[in-house]
């Protein structure tokens, strides 16, 4: 097995850019020369930059690697999984595991690697957290397929933590963990065990290179049947499961597993055939592969029936002791630490009439200043003046503590604040 580890510090913002939470503002301005402190490396900031203070704390918390947490237990069972899965002939895993490659990646490996096109939505600034023009945060852990592939590993593993401007409510969190699988092939390693289909190609003759139908069969059972044992080894047999037709740039076909979690269907990895061209772009030849990306905290919400992914970062020892196990398949029956009655607060305000607002910077405010107090926040009505052209937005936030009781007070002054932010940073007019 190898190893690759690349150690990085807890994060501190440099003072330039540092805030207290009273004059946070989620669209400081960079100047020309000013620097951000993200993972312990310094990077120059830019007109792109958009991390804010919040997402930061939770750099270097590496809730995976962290002994007794539940992400770590369920990932330990992952790589127990496909060690024992797939081995060398001398018996030995075939998989190695990345655990620590750092967040930061270029936007050469989060994108352009995996084909995602210049003008893809994915690439936006309001789905991202950018440290400047060149870098982010990664957004998936598919970011460090191409190196690793150029480093010459056929069979990986790559866990990290993943950032994404994404929805608020109780399967999404900005920060997650995902887990990557990478396996490549040679034609032996395809066609080897079938006589019959030994003068197969692995590409079609003509044209520009295309995989073989062949090629696409025999991948596609191997990763449906791995990825589908995965699920019956972690939630049982009965476990109600589905496949659906995907679609991402860097695999094609490409399928997304779904699982019943709280009687919904919930999307619990993507996965597909990687493009020829991603093993080009990584100067990789005669060789075909699968990829997956699951991710960590829905896996571990189904296993241990957490009902709130804000959970996995509680530091409760009331929810941490329930874990405190050596062996990883132990069984839990997750109690919930506590369900208190939510508080729930409106706030409707006019964009203005120039605008550049966007949902994902006034999702940023409320989490930056409401933390993890914000269960849940959503768009509940939006009208435009019939006269006056204006646009207005009603959002209802779910205030909810996951460890006590809130007072409606304290929600109430965290709840003006947060008005008065998206008045000053966004410049719109609470109605
Ligand atoms: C991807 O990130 C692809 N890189 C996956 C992939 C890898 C496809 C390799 C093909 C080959 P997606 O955005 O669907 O895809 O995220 C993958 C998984 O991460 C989801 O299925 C889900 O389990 C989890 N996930 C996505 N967004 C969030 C979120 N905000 N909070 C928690 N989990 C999330
Ligand atoms: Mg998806």
Redesign the pocket.
């Known amino acids: 097995m190898v190893v690759v580890t690349r150690n990085f510090h807890l994060v501190k913002l440099i003072p330039s850019l540092s805030h207290t939470s009273r004059h946070f503002s989620v669209k400081s301005t960079y100047h020309p020369g000013d620097q951000i402190t993200v993972g312990g490396r310094q990077y120059p900031a830019d007109h792109m930059t958009n991390i804010t203070p919040h997402i930061l704390s939770h750099l270097g918390k590496n809730l995976h690697l962290q002994q007794y947490h539940p992400l770590c237990h369920i990932l330990d069972r992952i790589v127990k999984y496909m060690y024992s899965r797939y081995l060398t002939p001398r018996g030995n895993p075939l998989f190695s595991v990345h655990s620590q490659l750092h967040p930061v990646v270029t936007t050469q490996q989060n994108f352009d690697s995996l084909l995602i096109p210049k003008d893809h939505v994915s690439r936006k600034k309001s789905d991202n957290f950018y440290v400047n023009e060149e870098q982010l945060l990664r ?4 970011a460090h ?1 191409c190196e690793l592939m150029r480093m010459g590993f056929d069979n990986f593993l790559v866990i990290g933590d ?1 950032y ?1 401007r ?2 608020i409510d109780s ?4 920060v ?1 963990h ?1 887990v ?1 699988g ?1 396996r490549l092939l040679t034609k032996s390693d395809v066609y080897g065990k079938q006589q019959d289909m030994k003068e197969y190609e692995l590409f079609t003759p003509e044209g520009p290179p295309t995989h073989h139908p062949h090629v696409i069969n025999i991948l596609k059972a191997d990763l449906k049947d791995c990825l589908q044992g995965l699920a019956t080894t972690l939630f049982g047999r009965d476990v109600e499961m589905r496949w659906v037709d ?1 679609y ?1 740039p ?2 094609h076909p ?1 399928w ?1 597993l779904e699982v019943k979690l709280n009687d919904q269907w ?7 055939i ?1 493009q020829h061209q991603v093993l080009l772009n990584a100067d990789v030849e005669e060789r075909v592969g699968w ?5 960590l ?3 571990a919400m189904k296993l241990y029936q957490i009902p709130d ?1 804000r959970v996995f970062w509680s530091t409760d020892p009331g929810f941490l002791s329930q874990f405190a196990f050596d062996d990883p398949a132990t069984n839990v029956n997750f109690k919930v630490v506590s369900k208190h009655t939510p508080c729930i607060n409106d706030i409707s305000f006019w964009l203005p009439s120039v605008s550049s607002y966007e949902a994902a910077d006034f999702y940023d405010i409320v989490r930056s200043i409401g933390g993890n107090l914000v269960e849940q926040v959503y768009l509940v009505d939006q009208f435009t003046h019939p006269h006056t052209s204006r646009t207005s937005h009603c959002y209802r936030i779910v205030y909810r503590h996951m460890d006590r009781i809130l007072t409606q007070e304290e929600v109430n002054r965290v709840h003006s604040r947060i008005e008065q932010e998206t008045t000053t940073a966004l410049g719109v007019t609470i109605r």
Not at 139 to 142: E, L, R, V
Not at 291 to 295: C, K, Q, S, T, V
Request: net charge negative; charged share 20%.
């Open positions: 957004a998936h852990t598919s397929q993943v994404r994404d929805e399967s999404h969190y900005p997650f995902q990557e990478v995907a991402f860097f695999t490409s997304e919930t999307e619990m990895l993507g996965c597909g990687i990829a997956f990306g699951l991710g905290e829905r896996w992914i």
